[in-house]
């Protein structure tokens, strides 16, 4: 594709249920990188990917927070049980890896209600 | 782990004026710099970026800084225009992870 694409856009959730965010990186990046955004705030390093190392999970909040990547295509974040304060925006980006530019998919909304 | 701070917070320009927002960083394996624009509602977009052999960098009216003595670097926007108006985030890179700093929001008026 042409960029990184991100599913769902939005996604509004009762507190207690599972939810699943899906990232699609841009072909040929073997780096791929989750950041939660709140409202109005900075960018918070979730968990990053790197061809076939082991990822870089220590941004991860809770045991609630995991996600997965099959081998350079496509990840998933998943939360379990969810609750308010993980009402964010949810950004993906991928990169060729090292001190190349990361490129952002337009994030998953989530509103835990 | 590294620690970007990232001033101002807001910054309010007239259009033509200049605006500059700076960056410090603790990391001093720290070697490439970006900035990104972030406009409302969409993800962030690299802007400029700078690598640690270099102390300036420009592309047309805007341009980054670099002092790795003392650990700051810093955005110059010239001759703003109010398209300029978004946030600007400052990022560290020091072997994996990008590492943000907390945003500037530039507003630019007419």
């Known amino acids: 594709g042409a960029g990184v694409s991100q599913s769902p856009s939005n996604k509004v959730t009762e507190k207690g249920k599972d939810v699943e965010l899906r990232c699609d990186p841009i072909s040929g990046h073997t780096a791929l990188y989750w950041y939660r955004q709140r409202l109005g705030q900075g960018l918070e390093f979730l968990i990053y990917f790197q061809g076939n190392s082991a990822p870089d999970k220590s941004g991860l909040p809770s045991d609630r927070f995991s996600a997965e990547r099959t081998g350079e295509s496509v990840s998933t974040l998943t939360i379990q049980r969810t609750q308010q304060e993980d009402s964010a925006v949810y950004l993906c980006?991928?990169?060729?890896?090292?001190?190349?530019?990361?490129?952002f998919g337009q994030g998953t909304r989530l509103t835990v209600v | 782990g590294e620690n970007v701070e990232q001033h101002p917070s807001t910054l309010s320009v007239q259009e033509g004026d200049s605006a500059v927002i700076k960056c410090t960083y603790s990391d001093s394996a720290s070697n490439y710099f970006p900035w990104y624009k972030q406009e409302l509602g969409k993800g962030p977009q690299l802007i400029i970026d700078i690598r640690s052999n270099v102390g300036e960098k420009k592309d047309q009216r805007i341009a980054v800084t670099l002092n790795k003595t003392a650990k700051h670097f810093s955005l110059h926007i010239t001759e703003t225009q109010p398209e300029d108006s978004a946030v600007y985030f400052c990022?560290?890179?020091?072997?994996?992870?990008?590492?943000f700093g907390k945003g500037t929001s530039l507003l630019v008026t007419p």
């Open positions: 990022a560290t890179h020091s072997g994996y992870a990008l590492n």
């Open positions: 980006a991928s990169s060729h890896g090292g001190n190349t530019e990361a490129f």
